[in-house]
């Protein structure tokens, strides 16, 4: 029987809207390929059907506008140390971004 390994570390999320564009690319996007080029572990960007943020604006998904500006949330699970690394290079590229860090216990399961 395969037994996992349980890591900690801390879950990382930022909070955008889905236009959101940082230097010529979407937010997710950009967030997504500097996690993957520093080595970081994977990351995942989910869109919400509805929501608002820090300036109150509502934004939510109706059958005719598909295509509003809605809420996404990147999410990774990573160690303190790559959290910080991620948190630097967010902060040293003036990214406008709403994030929470919180702690969290991850393991993989299975052969992979």
């Keep these: 029987m395969n037994q996992e390994k349980l890591q900690h570390g801390v879950h990382l999320t930022f909070y955008c809207h889905s236009r ?4 010529g690319m979407l937010l997710s996007e950009w967030l997504l ?9 994977g990351g995942s960007v989910f869109r919400a059907i509805a929501g608002f943020g820090r300036h109150g604006v509502l934004h939510e998904e109706q059958f ?8 996404v949330k990147i999410e990774f ?3 303190e140390e790559q959290a910080e690394l991620l948190l630097q290079l967010v ?3 003036g990214v406008d971004a709403t994030y929470a860090l919180s702690p969290a216990s991850f393991a993989v399961l299975g052969g992979g």
Excluded: N, S, Y
Excluded at 20 to 23: A, F, I, L, W
Excluded at 33 to 41: C, D, N, P, S
């Design 91 to 93: 902060r040293g590229a």
């Design 64 to 71: 005719f506008e598909l295509a509003d500006d809605l809420p």
């Design 77 to 79: 699970l990573l160690r």
């Design 20 to 23: 959101t564009k940082h230097d």
């Design 33 to 41: 390929q500097q996690a993957r080029a520093h080595g970081l572990g």
